[in-house]
């Protein structure tokens, strides 16, 4: 067996991403966007940095499935996405992500 701990107090995260707007309504005086997308992820979570090198970092690769961006107050997406360089408890095959909120 090996235990692995989950977490940290530091986190550093990076997305970039390519979406196609797909269409647009309004509803109820809410103006909202559906989009697709790709993206690329890149992120790291640990307790120190003191023996921190460019190999810690984690990659993903990913699909949008559906976005819909309710207009001002964010985005709820349907996400799939799969890991590059898989560690112990990573399904190589990827996962669905439920996202709902605010990226800043």
Known sequence: YRRLPLGGNIRFIYNWDLTVKLGATTLGGLNMDIASAIF?????????????????????LGVALFRLSLNPFGEVSFEWAIPLDPQIGDDPLGRLHLNAGILF
């Open 40 to 60: 690329v992820d890149t992120g790291l979570v640990t307790n120190s940095l003191v023996d921190f090198t460019v190999e810690d970092l984690r990659h993903s």
